[in-house]
C-alpha cells in the first residue's frame, strides 16, 4: 500500500521517487501493454469478456482489457474527492485515493477504497456501488456511500485502509485491512455490507510482524510518533477461500521507495474466516508468523499488495512490482497461481 508512513518520509527526505509513483502520460482512452502501466495496489473483477482493474490513483484509477494484456485507461471512479473524505480525514488532499478493494454482491458491485493523510493514521475507509462496470451501459453510475470505519490517532492503534471482503461459508461478510501500526484486523460486517456489525474497539488483530502475540483486540493506542507506525511492517491483507481454508495474504517490508522497495508478500491459512491463521510452520500470523509467498529479485526491486481471484477456472495473483529496469517504477503484475500437495498457493511464473 502507499502507506502513510512512508509517504511522509519520502515527502521530507526525497528518498525514492515520487514521479515513479504517480502514472505519467496515461490518458482516458489510451490502451498500453501490460509491462508499460504504472499501477499501485491493483484489484482486478471481470464482467462478461472484459476485465477491469482499479489501483490507487487520483480518483481511483481504472483499466479496462479483455485478454488481461493489454488495457485501456477508463474515467476515474471520482471525478472530485467525496465531500465527506476531505471532511473527515485532514490532509487528505489533491482527490488521491488509495488501495480499492472490488466485489460483487447482490446485483451490484462493491468498491471500498481508502482515505488517509501522510504519517498518521488518520484514515477512512469508504465504499462506492454501481450495478455495472461498463462505462457505456445507461445504468453506470457510481454511488458513494461514504465512510464505513475510520481510525482516530490517539484512540485506535490501526490504520484504516487497504480493505478488503470476504464472505465465510455462512454468507457473513467480513473486512480485513490495516497498515503497520498494530497491524492487520478483522471486522464483521453487516448483511449489506454497508457498515460495521461490530465494535471497532474490541476487534482482534490477525495479523503482525511483532512476535509472542496471541490474536487479541485492540490494545491500547500507541505514542503519536511516526516511528512506531514504522516498526510493524505490515499491510494489504487478503483472504482468499480455496481448498477448504481461507488463506491470508499480506504484504510485509517496505513499499514506495523505488529501487530501495523491498516489499514481499506472505501466507498463512485458517479453516475459520476469524483465524487463527498460521504459517507453513505452525506459526500464527498474528505472532508474527507467515511464509514468504514471492520477494524481490535482481529483476523487481519488490513485490506486493496482491489479490487473488479465479476466472475462467483458473487461479491468478495480482500484485504490483518494482521494476529494477527503470529505477523502482511499480508495474502490474499478473501471475498464475498454483497450489502444492499440501495445498498451499505457489506462484506459478516467479519470473516473467
Known sequence: MVRSFIFSILLLTGIG????????????????????????????????????????????????????????????????????????????????IWAPDISFYNGKYYLYYSISAFGKNTSAIGLATNTTLDSQDKNFKWVDHGKIIESIPGQTNWNAIDPNIVTDNKGTPWMTFGSFWGGLKLVKMNKDRMSVAEDVSKIPTIASRKKGLTIQTNPAPLPGNPAEAGGNAIEAPFVFKKNGYYYLFASIDYCCKGAKSDYKMIVGRSKKVQGPYVDKSGVAMDAGGGTILLEGNEKWNGVGHNSVYTFDNTDYIIFHGYDAAQNGRPKLRVEKLTWDKDQWPVVAVAQP
Do not use: C
Request: hydrophobic share 35%; proline share 6%; glycine share 8%.
Open 17 to 96: 521517487s515520487a514521479q515513479a509513483q504517480q502514472p505519467q502520460g496515461q490518458q482516458v482512452g489510451e490502451v498500453r501493454p501490460m509491462d508499460n502501466m504504472t499501477v499501485h495496489d491493483p484489484v482486478m473483477a471481470k464482467q462478461g469478456n472484459t476485465y477491469y482493474l482499479f489501483s490507487t490513483g487520483h480518483g481511483i484509477s481504472v483499466w479496462s482489457s479483455t485478454d488481461m494484456q493489454n488495457w485501456k485507461k477508463e474515467n476515474p471512479i471520482f471525478a472530485s474527492a467525496p465531500e465527506w473524505a476531505t471532511k473527515a480525514v485532514a490532509g487528505f488532499k489533491d482527490n488521491h
